[in-house]
């Protein structure tokens, strides 16, 4: 095994105290090489498109590694979602060497191999103190070469070309700023994190409250990982959190977005909630969700939350679809129906309550993060179906049987079900009646109100209103031009 000029052994030593926190001027230039027989990585558990990106690119004299959480996770032996690549090659040489490629981006370039359904993305070496790979959709739109901070300290642009060396200090945790080599499979190491790895600390690279000024995104993602992993976060990047939670509010929501489904819809919500709420971020990033629950911590928005995100790991470990839309209905149902039922108590009428009550809370959440439109608008949807689920009469309850949003609305309700929202019998009605046969379906909502019938109509021997006649409107035969009981919708 090759080590730094330090011979200490990356396996079972410890690093200094500081040594993540040195400037990046003061730290060693030299990276822990581990040897291909002192680590667990196999080539086996590497995609092979990965493979050939990483042998295509050596064998056209460029520097390949395949870099960050990819190689964090093969040393757990996790199978990693995506395999991302490193190297010395700028965005056109690597469009040279592969056919099957697209850049995207400005200034700072990115290549996209495609292999089908797959997509390797391969990046140049960066300069040191730029934001980490999840920045780059940031730089797309940069127009200035140079690198710019905001008053509060957050990076604003960085498109700084590097080597391997400074490529490293722009990594945001030790853990992910790790190298595999392609060219002898092994392992580089600046910065400790294969003993982080081992340990299951999570700690941040640099002084921790100048990255998360940087980008306070870090904030969110320490909070994921830390979740996803199992991870504990190191003493000295846990400690300024709660005080630098507010820098959330300066980032563009459309980030926020994309941070909040890597944090709820990846297998781990319940523990990212957690996690959260344990660092003071939640008022910072949901809003209405955080004062609904600071006013009733135990309350109905409370059960249908832990339920609901516990319903979505589960299903993502099934491999079962996942949904925005849904995800977002459990994260602001309680303050949607506590605002529709203040509107409602106050005289406005219950649709329009509802749907003004969703507009105002899914309006001050956008605002922090950018759910988009496709999702919200039948998130709206879902919602408002639910109070139609305890009219089960008439054709009522066929037409919300065909409504496209019921499987969804359905599935809604049997989380309220199981949060003791509204009775268990209610939802066991609804699952009883979708197993039926048309036929079947009507005798069992005519059960309901035997003077009714199934299909909505009078029954036999129901009197009907009789209609006026004439310009004097007064019938022949004295009926009573009152009318009776109208037949129900």
């Not at 309901?448 to 036999?460: I, N, R, T, W």
Request: with cysteine; aromatic share 8%.
């Amino acid at each position: 095994m090759q080590t730094s000029p330090d011979k200490r052994d990356p396996l079972l030593s410890t690093p200094s105290p500081d040594f993540g926190r040195r400037a990046p001027a003061e730290r060693p230039l030299q990276p822990t090489i581990i040897a291909r027989a002192a680590h667990s990585i196999s080539r086996a558990s590497i995609s092979p498109h990965a493979l050939k990106v990483l042998y295509r690119l050596k064998d056209a004299g460029y520097q390949a590694f395949l870099v960050g959480g990819g190689v964090r996770d093969l040393l757990l032996g996790i199978v990693p979602k995506d395999f991302d690549v490193a190297t010395n090659a700028l965005p056109e040489e690597i469009r040279r060497v592969f056919r099957n490629c697209r850049l995207i981006g400005r200034r700072f370039r990115l290549a996209h191999v495609h292999f089908g359904d797959e997509i390797i993305e391969v990046a140049t070496f960066r300069a040191a103190a730029a934001p980490e790979e999840v920045d780059d959709e940031d730089h797309r739109e940069m127009d200035e070469d140079a690198r710019a901070h905001d008053d509060s300290g957050r990076i604003l642009r960085d498109n700084l070309y590097g080597t391997i060396d400074a490529d490293v200090w722009r990594r945001d945790f030790t853990a992910n700023a790790l190298y595999y080599n392609i060219a002898d499979f092994s392992v580089w190491d600046y910065v400790g994190g294969v003993e982080d790895v081992r340990a299951r600390v999570l700690r941040l690279i640099g002084d921790p409250e100048v990255r998360y000024r940087e980008d306070p995104v870090r904030l969110l993602r320490a909070a994921r990982f830390a979740a996803k992993l199992g991870f504990t976060l190191h003493a000295d990047t846990r400690a300024p959190m709660r005080e630098l939670a507010p820098l959330l509010a300066g980032v563009p929501a459309a980030r926020l977005f994309d941070e909040s489904l890597k944090l709820f819809l990846g297998g781990h919500a319940v523990a990212s909630f957690a996690t959260l709420t344990e660092f003071d971020l939640l008022p910072h990033f949901l809003p209405p969700l955080a004062e609904e629950l600071a006013r009733e911590p135990e309350g109905e928005a409370a059960r249908v939350l832990r339920l609901g995100l516990a319903s979505t790991d589960e299903r993502v470990h099934a491999e079962r679809a996942v949904t925005p839309t849904f995800l977002f209905a459990v994260l602001l149902y309680g303050p949607i129906t506590r605002l529709a039922a203040e509107r409602s108590a106050a005289g406005v009428p219950a649709p329009q309550a509802f749907a003004e009550a969703a507009d105002s809370v899914i309006s001050a959440q956008v605002k922090r993060i950018a759910v988009p439109k496709r999702f919200t608008l039948p998130l709206r949807e879902l919602l408002a179906l639910q109070p139609r689920f305890e009219r089960r009469e008439g054709r009522r309850a066929l037409m919300l049987l065909s409504h496209p949003r019921f499987r969804a609305a359905y599935d809604f309700l049997m989380l309220r079900a199981a949060a003791g929202a509204v009775p268990q019998a209610l939802a066991d009605w609804w699952t009883e009646l979708q197993t039926l046969n048309a036929e079947q379906r009507l005798e069992r909502i005519a059960a309901l109100d035997p003077g009714e019938s199934a299909d909505g109509a009078a029954p036999p021997g129901r009197r009907r209103r009789r209609r006026r006649r004439g310009r004097g409107g007064g019938g022949s035969g004295g009926g009573d031009t009152s009318g009776g009981a109208a037949p129900d919708a």
